[in-house]
């Protein structure tokens, strides 16, 4: 396929608003694919050249593709920003300023994404300029729409609004049939498994649906976590779980999955998939002694911790470890860690995802050799209230954030991905008004005043809805911030913002700035209630109103380990507005009667 249809095809994906519309273009271009095309293209279209977990990125900020686009066409880089200044999107300059006179030559989809590969591996001395000169090269082969979305790829910022689950629709539409839903179903439960978007739609275009039975846990890629849901009560936890559930510790840390090899090399990916391997090598060096077989691979929580006293640490400490590439032996020495686990995936070549919880509890066990650095999440099974508040108590004292419960039915599966009953959480703000806190995403800010001047002041927050693939928003929060939380936004924020209200967000607000949602804080509140201004779960409990959280609060936390889609769902949110003490009634009141 040449590189101008996959141009125009975004183009037509980007003038669309209706997701169905979206959806049937998407396989239609699916369709039209090569299998050698299949998983490049999948790629580009998220923004990305490979897979998350591999941690191959262009690293072409603002300044490179500004050079790139200045030294494609032979202009100087101030003219370039001037112009990019004035249109909003370096994209639309990149296509606007290629000469009319240029001839361009055909590209390919694999002959760019090659390219860029290549550009994404360069690395040491000189690779930065090696990376402008490569773009630029490919820029001067492409026409003005293939340099728009050129650019905006370099950049990351593709403005498609094409997500996993987009993607997953349309193979779903194209291998479904009429069971669209039960296609979608085997489809998303195979990416959830390989978190490879590009290997699921390679074996789909050689085999169909039936080739995704082939699908399984495999060392080096990791599997998409399993998330919990909440409940208002111990008592309420143990109703949804018949009388009996497994508590465990809910340790305040960083998700981690570790794979640990038959002869031991070990790999960490975190929630969101990012591969932190080198981050925490006091981890890594523990791993391979810590089980009496190998291969394994198990789900774990990284926490902070005493050595002297083996008391756990606040999350904020382990947050600081976050990122760092240098002076880790002082930042090993100043936040130790350890890693706590409490789920198995894989044993030797046997996938554990099937097994009901209890027998992967059991296994897990038996394989862990507990040491200062891994050991095994406290946990207890309970058949009352009495128990389960005793553990819960048990929990807070030795410095966790609450239980997480978990059945000990026979289909009590590993569900990669998914979030259902078969875990609950219960923290310890659920003893307040509003019944835990919020993660939510940043969509916009207002710009500070008085001591806030120069930073932002204010931000504009949403949370998730997987089924529409938007943010709407929840509230405006401006309460709980220091200086220096609001210097880091601020800084953080200027490197997504936008000059229009990104295509996923939802809000009738209009913030000071608009930014792609990639930031997601904590909030606490006093409670969720009716509104008509913001657009979480609107319609759902009365006409034209959504849930707003008020009197909403920064907790000092930022979740550094969620992306926006890991933030706190548009369902999460109803089922806390339903535990709430006090609701609002579901529809006006009526008028009273006339005397």
Known sequence: ??????????????????????????????????????????????????????????????????????????????EVKRQAQASGDLGTTAGDLRPSSAVSEPLSVLEVYEE????????????????????????????????????????????????????????????????????????????????????????LARGGLPALEETTVTL????????????ATLAKVLERMEGTAALEYKYDGLRLQAHVGPQGSPQLFSRRLENLTEQFPEICAALPSAFRRRPVIVDGECVPFDPDTGELRPFQEISRRRGRKYDLEK????????????????????????????QRRALL?????????????????????TQAETFFDRALADGCEGVVAKSVAEGSVYKPGGRGFWWIKYKREYTQELADTVDAVIVGAFHGRGKRAGWFGAFLMAVYDPVEETFPTLCKVGTGFDEASLQELTELLHQSKVTVKPECVESSLEPDVWVEPSVVLELTGAELSLSPVHFAARNRLRKDCGLALRFPRFSGRRRTEKAAEDCTTVEEIVRLYETQVRKESPEPAPDPPAP
Not at 50 to 60: I, T
């Open 1 to 78: 396929m040449r590189y101008s249809e996959l141009a125009e095809t975004c183009q037509r994906i980007g003038a669309i608003s209706k997701r169905l519309e979206a959806r049937a273009v998407l396989a239609d271009l699916i369709r039209a694919l090569s299998p050698e095309e299949i998983a490049p293209t999948l790629y580009m279209l998220q923004g990305q050249v490979r897979p998350d977990y591999e941690g191959v990125e262009l690293g072409a900020g603002e300044a490179l593709a500004v050079k790139a686009v200045a030294q494609a066409w032979g202009l100087p880089e101030e």
């Open 116 to 203: 860029l590969l290549r550009v994404a591996r360069m690395s040491g001395t000189g690779s930065q300029e090696q990376k402008t000169s490569a773009i630029a090269q490919l820029l001067r082969r492409a026409n003005p729409l293939e340099a728009q979305l050129l650019t905006r790829l370099v950049l990351g910022k593709l403005r498609l609004g094409v997500k996993e689950m987009s993607l997953i629709d349309a193979f779903a539409v194209i291998y479904g049939g009429e069971d669209f839903k039960g296609a979608k179903a085997r489809i998303e439960t195979a990416f959830n498994v390989t978190s490879d978007l590009g290997e699921v739609g390679v074996r």
């Open 220 to 231: 080096g890629k990791p599997v998409r976590a399993m998330l919990a849901e909440r409940e």
């Open 331 to 358: 930042m090993m020495e100043d936040v130790p860690v350890k890693l706590v686990l409490f789920d198995i995936l894989l044993e030797g070549a046997r996938p554990c995802l099937t097994m009901p919880y209890a």
């Open 365 to 385: 066990e038996e394989l862990v050799i507990p040491g200062e650095r891994i050991g095994l999440s406290n946990r207890e099974v309970v058949r009352d209230v």
